[in-house]
């Protein structure tokens, strides 16, 4: 797994990360770690022509580099420059940020869903003791804003303080942070 520090891109970078191809490559690269464009290509489906390109998107947006450790100039490795992404709010004023923010969510949104499914359709071949610590729940709370991001920080932090096993039985654990407003109950005029 990458343990490079977190990035909190700008509207251009957060536009590299509106493909979900890419994400998923970014994503695997800070898990998996290095890799070359043809074994992401082969785990993802892709043809290598089309994931190089994203790579070198990533790349060129500072998600990944070159790992110049492996590999010789046929075969090119890269690896993550960190190990997570977060996304700060942009103001409400600044129009570029909002549109790539929205973009990078929806394409968010669409890797964490296939995620999920994949989740879903595997969990029947897990072992039972990864069985019982799979979980797809929600809950929903009548909160303030201030409530609400208190609440948010609090399982984030939860999530942060996890640090990693090691031993035989572990393997790496997705926990998704889904926190919002339930859609469509807050009018144009609150």
């Known amino acids: 797994m990458s343990t490079g520090p977190v990035v909190t891109p700008t509207p251009q970078q957060l536009r590299a990360l509106t493909h979900p191809a890419r994400l998923r490559m970014l994503g695997m690269l800070r898990v998996d770690g290095p890799a070359t464009a043809t074994s992401l290509a082969r785990a993802l489906g892709l043809n290598t022509g089309a994931t ?3 790579l070198r998107q990533l790349a060129e947006h500072g998600f990944i580099e070159e790992d110049t450790e492996r590999g010789n100039a046929r075969d090119r490795w890269w690896r993550a420059t960190a190990s997570s992404t977060r996304t700060a709010p942009p103001s409400p004023d600044d129009v570029e940020g909002q549109d790539a923010a929205i973009a990078y969510l929806q394409s968010v949104v669409m890797v964490y869903a296939g995620q999920l499914q994949r989740s879903v359709e595997e969990l029947p071949l897990l072992p039972q003791p990864w069985q019982d610590a799979t979980t797809y729940s929600d809950w929903i709370v009548r909160l303030s804003p201030s409530g609400a991001a208190a609440l948010r920080e609090r399982l984030e932090a939860v999530v942060e ?16 942070l889904n926190a919002y407003v339930r859609p469509g109950v807050l009018g144009e005029d609150r």
């Open 52 to 54: 190089s390109y994203h």
């Open 161 to 176: 303080a996890a640090t990693d096993e090691e031993g035989e039985d572990t393997a790496p654990y997705v926990v998704n």
